[in-house]
């Protein structure tokens, strides 16, 4: 019985610094002034808000309820024990492996209890120096991620899309919802090169090309970053391109100038000024809860402007088509010598290996 008394309270322990790494007291606090709020009698006066409310309720709910019943879990098994009643130690013994079991598969959430990990993510995709394949090559990254979030159970909504002049895209900014998909897409943030024999020339030569990725927190309350609106410089113009009747006829395009750090954001397409407006501010508080990720401020007036230069030559993980095959990520050292399965969306590999290797650090 002291055996199994000394398993259960490392147990325990170990579950205790898990919950308060994934800030479980913080979340509950988070959550209970949530029902608060929709406790009020006019509560469903703002369908939308009230809705956002829900969510987030459900959010939290699913993120704290599973580690309240382990840890409430081992503290029944612990007093249970406490009694030293004999015929009870096989079964304790047993409910001790189940207790351990479950542990070690809610532990994997250590990978994802970073400040935003269980936002939404916004993925936006730039092509790089090498013209059109360049830009096919940023087309192949798209399909690429769209298959993954299709596969994962994420849902994907294209927000901009600039087509390449013969093939591929200029750019590409997607929304991808769901729990945690920034927290399993944060490794693919950074530069992205190709090695190919190129469609796209007739000497069919190999050719390199390279394409940013940009993985976003999805920052739809305006609480969760703090933005003075006379540090924005908000511009409407026609917007261009492909759509419908509205588009070049009406000032419904939208170009957003956080004058701090000068990042600008774009959107312009069939909807209405005011949604364009909406996506924009919360792509501007997304880049810049980033820029807050990576460069360790605690507030926005600290921030300063990313130096997009310097990306470009911090490419992350290498495509190799042609002379051999391999796809091989530079920070792990995780590598595929099946670069066609990897294309395909198959990318979860290199997900973990990003995710086992920061956890260990």
């Known amino acids: 019985m002291e055996e199994l008394k000394k398993k259960l309270v490392a147990l325990q322990s170990a579950a205790d610094t898990a919950a308060q790494q994934l800030r479980i007291d913080q979340l509950q606090r988070e959550l209970a002034e949530l029902k608060t709020a929709s406790e009020s009698s006019d509560f469903w006066s703002d369908n939308l808000t009230a809705q956002e409310n829900m969510k987030k309720q459900g959010k939290l709910q699913a993120r704290i309820e599973p580690w309240q019943a382990l840890l409430s879990d081992i503290n029944d ?26 542990f070690g598969a809610m532990k994997d959430e250590l990978k994802l209890s970073g400040p935003y990990d269980s936002h939404s993510a916004i993925l936006g995709i730039y092509a790089g120096a090498g013209g059109t394949d360049a830009q096919d090559w940023a087309g192949i990254l798209l399909r690429m991620y769209l298959r993954w979030a299709a596969d994962a159970g994420f849902k994907a909504n294209v927000i901009e899309e600039s087509a390449g002049e013969e093939a591929g895209l200029k750019s590409a900014v997607v929304e991808i919802d769901g729990n945690f998909a920034f927290g399993r897409l944060k490794s693919e943030h950074g530069v992205h090169r190709l090695v190919r024999l190129s469609p796209f020339n007739t000497a069919h030569t190999r050719e390199t090309s390279f394409a940013k990725v940009e993985i976003l927190p999805e920052i739809d309350s305006p609480d969760e970053i703090d933005i ?46 005011l949604q364009n407006r909406e996506t924009a501010m919360t792509i501007l508080r997304s880049r810049l809860a980033q820029l807050q990720l990576e460069q360790h401020q605690e507030k926005v007036a600290g921030l300063k402007g990313p130096n997009q230069s310097a990306e470009w030559g911090n490419q992350i993980r290498s495509y190799v088509l042609h002379p051999y095959k391999q796809v091989k990520d530079l920070r792990t050292g995780h590598e595929s010598k099946d670069p066609d399965k990897v294309l395909d969306g198959n990318i979860n590999d290199f997900i973990e290996a990003y995710l086992e290797q920061n956890l260990e650090a």
Request: hydrophobic share 30%; glycine share 6%; no cysteine.
């Open 77 to 102: 098994a612990l007093e249970m024990l406490g009694l030293n009643d004999s015929s009870m130690e096989s079964e304790l013994a047993k409910q001790t492996e189940e207790l351990s079991t479950r």
């Open 228 to 273: 003075d609106e006379k540090d924005l410089k908000i511009d409407v113009y026609r917007s261009g391109g492909h759509g419908g009747q509205s588009v070049n006829t009406t000032d419904s395009a939208v170009r957003i100038t956080h004058l701090p750090t000068n990042i600008v954001v774009a959107i312009q397409n069939e909807r209405s000024q």
